[in-house]
């Protein structure tokens, strides 16, 4: 397993488990590989009525992106604190107080989670310019979404 810019000291484990490195950078061993992440951040607020009914009258929301800076690659998945079967084209993981259906396995369409999704495009936005590459500045461009054949 190669070092991939891992701090001094951090190794790779067997097993499972999560280290975290310089720059907010997460190394996740999943027993098969090693993968490096980082994780953006922030709180939504329901701003409609109806999105306030279907967050439980919620005042804030979690919302995070975890994005692949190494390691793996594919569809990215909708987790709601755990994960969902929906997927999307955005690389990584979008994990928020999502509208669920009532067995909690998928999305449910509707003004809470269209309000998630505008604020996780802002979020995955202002948080771009911070993977750019200084040697491969156009990589950048495979985490975000494209059509439904990739």
Known sequence: MQDRGRPAGARAARGQGLHHGRAGELFLHDGQGESTWRLFSTTHEPASE????????????????????????????????????????????????????????????????????????????????TLIERGDPGRVLDLLPADSNS
């Not at 999105?51 to 919620?58: K, N, T």
């Not at 994990?95 to 495009?121: C, M, Y």
């Open 50 to 129: 109806a999105a306030r009914i279907q967050a439980d009258r919620r005042q804030e929301l979690p919302l995070a992106w975890a994005v692949p800076v190494l390691g793996r690659t594919g569809r990215g998945k909708f987790w709601a604190f755990f994960p969902l079967h929906d997927e999307t084209t955005l690389r990584g993981i979008l994990n928020a107080g999502w509208a669920t259906t009532s067995d909690r396995h998928n999305l449910v369409v509707g003004p809470l989670n269209d309000e998630l999704i505008k604020a996780a495009a802002n979020l995955v936005a202002a948080n771009l310019p």
